[in-house]
């Protein structure tokens, strides 16, 4: 727990995914000082603030670089990086298709509330066509992104997709992404309450079900990924939509990272002169 309280709205799914969050870790026995949160900016990227743990906080639609820098130089952490869905699919669109087909290990949390709610309200890359905003009054005229199948297509190795009101479920995805190695991706649906008047909690409880509970479902099977990833309107699933075990994470495949990473290795010892001269550097 931080001592920090949040200032998002009262009723705001981001609450939900906090609590998964903290759940997961828990359940993994991770501890605060084994996980770096890595965000951009936008109301679910404040979530760094709030738990107590390493936390980065970048500019607009950078987590994602700044993340698997970390995990570069530190491959011992968990890094988990917190976009929005603007942030991460749009001003950071570029990184997360770079950030899948690297394939460094981390988890890819996306608070997806289908707007910009920081901001106050504009349309986002996952609002539906037609969806009315302070910027498109007459309606979005794009179609949306569907970043599932995004991931899929370029190769993505775990693909899940959560609710922020079902936060026991999420919690169970958020560890399973947790314990993938490679690039995990869990896009949350996450109610915006108001800004977003559409994809309300009331929409996702008539809608979501659970893939898991779907006995012919196959997560191993791209296939029927692919199908489950364009369903969206009376059934939208949740749960682990794709798993792909045994693809090398990248870091696996840099032989000077095989003793570690440079955060992980000791510092030489420095000679007098060197001593002087860093200090003077630094001051
Ligand atoms: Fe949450 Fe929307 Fe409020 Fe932002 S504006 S804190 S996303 S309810
Ligand atoms: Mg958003």
């Not at 870790?25 to 890595?38: K, M, N, Q, R, S």
């Not at 920081?118 to 005229?141: D, H, M, N, R």
């Not at 569907?146 to 169970?172: E, I, M, Q």
Request: glycine share 10%.
């Amino acid at each position: 727990k931080s001592e920090n309280k949040p200032t998002w709205c009262p009723g705001c799914g981001d609450f939900g995914i906090l609590n998964a969050v903290k759940q997961a870790l828990a359940d993994l026995e991770i501890w605060p000082h084994e996980v770096l949160f890595v965000s951009g900016i936008g109301c679910g990227s404040k979530l760094p603030d709030y738990i107590n743990a390493n936390g980065f906080t970048t500019v607009h639609g950078r987590a994602l670089p700044v993340a698997q820098g970390a995990k570069l130089a530190h491959p011992g952490l968990h890094v988990v990086a917190v976009t929005g869905d603007g942030d991460g699919y749009g001003i950071g669109g570029n990184h997360f298709l770079h950030a899948i087909r690297r394939n460094i290990d981390i988890t890819h949390i996306v608070e997806d509330n289908l707007v910009y709610g920081l901001t106050k309200g504009q349309y986002s890359p996952t609002s539906a066509k037609g969806f009315v905003s302070s910027t498109t009054p007459e309606g979005a005229i794009e179609r949306a992104v569907n970043p599932l199948a995004l991931a899929l297509a370029n190769g993505a190795t775990f693909v899940a997709r959560g609710f922020s009101g079902d936060p026991k479920h999420l919690a169970s995805l958020f560890a399973q992404a947790l314990k993938h190695p490679g690039y995990a991706l869990v896009d949350v649906l996450q109610p915006c309450v108001i800004y977003n008047r559409l994809n309300t909690y009331d929409f996702y409880e008539q809608r979501v079900y659970r893939l898991e509970e779907d006995a012919n479902y196959d997560p191993h099977d791209p296939e029927q990924a692919w199908q489950r990833a364009h369903e969206w309107g009376e059934r939208i699933p949740i749960g682990v939509l794709y798993q792909e075990s045994g693809v090398p994470t990248y870091e696996e495949q840099v032989p000077a990272l095989a003793q570690g990473g440079p955060a992980q290795r000791p510092m030489p010892p420095l000679t007098e002169a060197e001593r002087e001269a860093l200090l003077a550097e630094l001051v």
